[in-house]
């Protein structure tokens, strides 16, 4: 799945402003204009489009996931992963919104998606572990969909209250 895509997933999810995003990636002392983010988060056939690198891609994870939960100073700086792989967005999105894998199981449900338990764990597991399962892209785009539908719904909720 293209990173752009990702991108504005997450952007919609959350409902993100292009400064936003790019203040996420400067909690990863990354910083992009504010043409770069507005061409990462553009559609392939409109004007102005470019793709999102794995690079990008890798800090505005790491990014997510300190804008949702907060920084831990008592971790190491994550390394940033060069090539970036639908298993290691999973990951990372798993990790911001602290998700366990039986909630991805429930995303992925909750959007017609059947997928078991085991497969979820498979899809979690180092490359090299015997059960290792690449995310495909359809896995990916339903889970994105469902999260978002979740983030909005509990979004919507809380401005309720």
């Known amino acids: 799945m293209m990173n752009n895509d990702v991108l504005r997933s997450v952007r919609y999810m959350l409902n993100l402003h292009n400064d936003q995003l790019l203040a996420i990636l400067a909690l990863m002392d990354t910083t992009l204009s504010a043409q770069e983010i507005a ?3 553009k559609k ?16 505005f994870l790491h990014g997510l996931i300190v ?8 971790q190491p700086v994550p390394k940033i992963e060069r090539k970036i ?7 990372k999105l798993r990790i911001a919104f602290s998700l366990k894998s039986t909630d991805i199981q429930e995303i992925l449900q909750s959007q017609d998606f059947r997928v078991s338990q085991p497969e979820v ?3 979690l597991r ?10 495909g892209d359809q896995v990916l785009r339903y889970f994105l969909k469902g999260l978002a539908a979740l983030q909005r719904k509990s979004g919507a909720s809380a401005d309720k209250q």
């Open 39 to 41: 061409s990462f988060v």
């Open 44 to 59: 392939e056939d409109e004007a102005g489009f470019a793709p999102c690198p794995d690079v990008v891609m890798g800090y």
């Open 67 to 74: 804008f949702k939960r907060g920084r831990d100073d008592s």
């Open 85 to 91: 792989t639908n298993n290691i967005i999973l990951k």
């Open 121 to 123: 764990t498979a899809m």
């Open 126 to 135: 180092a490359p090299g572990h015997k059960n290792y399962r690449p995310c």
